[in-house]
């Protein structure tokens, strides 16, 4: 069994940053892939960036170049600093951990909003 808690969201101007974190249980954190989605009302669910064990990342098109993803293994946590934020930003966040069973944090809010 793997707890995901994500830290780190809130209400920001637009043009703001946000760092969001998010700490894993278990003892696999390092071979693990772990990704960012994120979701806003009316929405599917939309993957925003991931990073492989070998420190290898992608982005989802709406971020690049404003987001970035990093992890430290040490301390089980994967983060995503989001600067030049827009209102378009404005979603629930979701860490995600695949292994052979998939685990979710449980979202925390980012508003994006003058």
Known sequence: QVQLVESGGGLVQPGGSLR????????????IT???????PGKQ????????????????????????????NAKSTVYLQMNSLKPEDT?????????LVEYWGQGIQV???S
Request: proline share 0%.
């Open 91 to 99: 979603a629930v966040y979701y860490c995600n951990y695949a292994a």
């Open 34 to 40: 772990m990704r960012w989605y994120r979701q806003s």
């Open 20 to 31: 969001l974190s998010c700490a894993a249980s278990g003892s696999r954190f390092s071979r």
């Open 45 to 72: 669910r939309e993957l925003v960036a991931s990073i492989t064990s070998g420190y290898t990342r992608n982005y989802g098109d709406s971020v690049k170049g404003r987001f970035t993803t990093s992890r430290d």
């Open 111 to 113: 508003t994006v909003s």
